[in-house]
């Protein structure tokens, strides 16, 4: 029996296992190429260490392949049964080692998935990150732009406010949550009369001048939050009182907490002056025109009795009885007409003359004749006249009365002290527009509770007998006609010491001469 031969398989056996190596070193070859272009791939990494494993497997199967037939066909059987266990095991393990690596093939990939995701997460965080970080580049770019218009914003804020504060004519303050003034502007200081260069730590306590006016304050801001137009009287450095209208706001910080408050004060003294005035001068009027019409009905029958009575008089001799009756009858009814006189010249009924007249020598006429009866109760006259007085147009004879009456009204004052001190005064005003005039006693004063009633008709604190009521009425009416003003003080403040020696100024101010037109059109008195 002939048997088949066994060279084309053992060729093809020998040739497939060179064959088997190139395939697996170039497979190995392209997988490394593949890794160094793209060394962090996890799927080239994995082929090429793959395609090392399949290489060695490849080399030993062939190797162990071609040293079979090489010594099967050199006749040394013995050495391929010797050897053909070891290639088997050694063929075995590479086997086993390649079926592990392509068995954790999907692990690897997984691991490479999850790790490939990581990355891409964190390639996404990155971006954001980058992105975030433009957007937060820009802001702060926008940031400083919006910074400095800000900074702008406020500083022009900040100057108006300080422009404000500084410049304002009304009191403006900021007092903390125990009522301390911490800052007051120049406008309020000055009101209060205090330094602006050393100013004095104040409290709410010490301007307020009434406890009631602070308390219903407080109330108010605590409550409400705010005070608006409330009208109280501040005390002054001198103890003067002003009168303001308030209006504050109170001050929280961002817990809500009482801080302080911040208040505008604005001065009403002068307006009330004025009111007080201008109501004043109304009723005035008012009595001016009922004083002028009863005048004017009493002196037509004073005339007729006084008439009459001189009559009767030719017809009765003086010491009879009939005659001393006749004249007590003239002598009231002159009396009645004299009141009558001055209360037409109260209401400035009467005819007036008008020259260009010196105050100071009206004046000086005036001490004249009153200062004998003013030595007689050791009063002691001062006089301190302006020797550049500026003349005034007006009736001599009607300002003679005037300062007569300020005079003898000085003279009561202080005629029960037994001394006194009588002080006469003239200047022109700071604009030479007007003459003041100031007669200054020191005497009992004015009570204030009747300062408002001094002018009008019949009112008087003198004893029955010792005068009309009508001597200040007369004197305002007259000073009213020639366009001029009285201005009272009591009690007196000295300018300079603040301090407060008592009785009562009248100051008279009337308007000075002045342009050519008066001058020219009237002529003084004495040419």
Not at 404 to 413: D, E, L, R, S
């Amino acid at each position: 029996m002939s048997s088949l031969s066994m060279f084309p398989a053992d060729f093809t056996d020998m040739i497939g296992s060179v064959i088997i190596i190139i395939f697996s070193f170039l497979s190995l070859r392209y997988a490394f190429l593949l890794t160094k272009e793209q060394p962090d791939n996890f799927l080239w990494g994995f082929l090429f260490y793959f395609c090392m494993t399949l290489s060695a497997f490849a080399v030993s199967r062939a190797m162990g392949h071609l040293v079979k037939q090489v010594l099967l066909i050199s006749g040394n059987d013995d050495q391929w049964r010797t050897l053909a266990p070891l290639a088997g095991g050694f063929n075995t393990l590479l086997m086993t080692s390649l079926a592990a690596v392509t068995i954790y093939y999907h692990k690897g990939i997984e691991g490479y998935r999850a790790i490939e995701e990581k990355a891409r997460s964190l390639k996404t965080a990155n971006s954001e990150l980058q992105q975030a970080g433009v957007k937060l580049h820009e802001m702060n770019s926008h940031l400083e732009e919006m910074v400095e218009s800000r900074t702008k914003e406020l500083s022009a804020s900040e100057k108006k406010f300080r422009n404000f504060f500084i410049n304002s004519k009304d009191m403006i303050y900021f007092c903390d949550s125990d009522n301390r003034l911490v800052n007051m502007n120049a406008s309020g200081l000055e009101m209060l009369g205090y330094p602006f260069n050393d100013p004095p730590s104040l409290n709410l306590w010490d301007i307020f001048s009434h406890e009631d006016d602070l308390d219903n304050y407080f109330e108010e801001i605590l409550t409400r939050g705010f005070v608006e137009d409330l009208e109280v009287e501040f005390k002054k450095a001198d103890d003067s009182i002003i009168y303001v209208l308030l209006s504050a706001n109170a001050i929280h910080n961002d817990a809500g907490e009482f801080t302080g408050c911040e208040g505008i004060a604005k001065d009403l003294t002068r307006v009330k002056t004025m009111m007080a005035q201008l109501a004043s001068s109304e009723k005035m009027a008012s009595i001016g025109q009922m004083a002028a019409g009863v005048a004017h009905e009493i002196n037509t029958p004073l005339g007729v009795i006084l008439g009459y009575s001189q009559l009767l008089m030719d017809d009765f001799p003086p010491d009879t009885e009939e005659g001393e009756s006749l004249e007590v009858i003239g002598r009231q009814t002159k009396t009645c007409r004299k009141i009558v006189a001055d209360l037409l010249k109260f209401a400035r009924q009467g005819e007036s003359s008008k020259d260009i007249i010196s105050i100071n020598e009206i004046v000086t006429d005036v001490l004249a004749v009153t200062e004998h009866s003013l030595n007689i109760d050791h009063i002691t006259v001062h006089r301190n006249l302006s020797p550049n007085l500026n003349s005034v147009i007006g009736d001599t004879e009607k300002l003679r009365q005037v300062f007569i009456n300020f005079i003898n009204n000085a003279h009561h004052a202080m005629e029960d002290q037994g001394s006194g001190e009588l002080y006469i005064r003239t200047r022109n005003s700071e604009d030479s527009r007007e003459v003041i005039a100031t007669v200054m006693d020191t005497g009992h004063g004015i009570p204030e509770k009747i300062l408002s009633s001094i002018f009008d008709p019949f009112f008087t604190t003198k004893p029955v007998g010792k005068g009309t009521g009508l001597g200040l009425s007369v004197s305002y009416g007259i000073i009213q006609e020639h366009e001029g003003r009285i201005d009272i003080e009591s009690p007196v403040t000295d300018n300079e010491t603040g301090k407060s020696p008592g009785g009562t100024a009248f100051h008279v101010t009337l308007p000075a001469i002045s342009d050519e037109r008066d001058s020219d059109t009237l002529k003084p008195k004495n040419q």
